[in-house]
């Protein structure tokens, strides 16, 4: 009983770091991205796609692509 428990949270985990969009269609994360805007800089731009395919399939998804930061478009 112990193995199949584990397997069924080792899936579950796997399926919510999978299953965020921006994290695996937006290609690699950029380290302006990763980091928080500065005190007096511009905020960052949110992928709008990105974030209603992740509402609409998976919502825990959100908080995936917000924590990697594949969910910001990338600096130019």
Known sequence: MNNIVKGIFALLFASILLS??????GGKVSECQ????????????????????????????????FVTGAIYKPCK
């Open 20 to 25: 965020s969009c921006a994290t695996v269609l």
């Open 34 to 65: 990763r980091t928080k805007p500065a005190t007096g800089e511009p905020s960052r731009s949110v992928r709008a796609g990105a974030l209603i395919a992740d509402i609409i399939l998976f919502w825990p998804g959100v908080i995936v692509d």
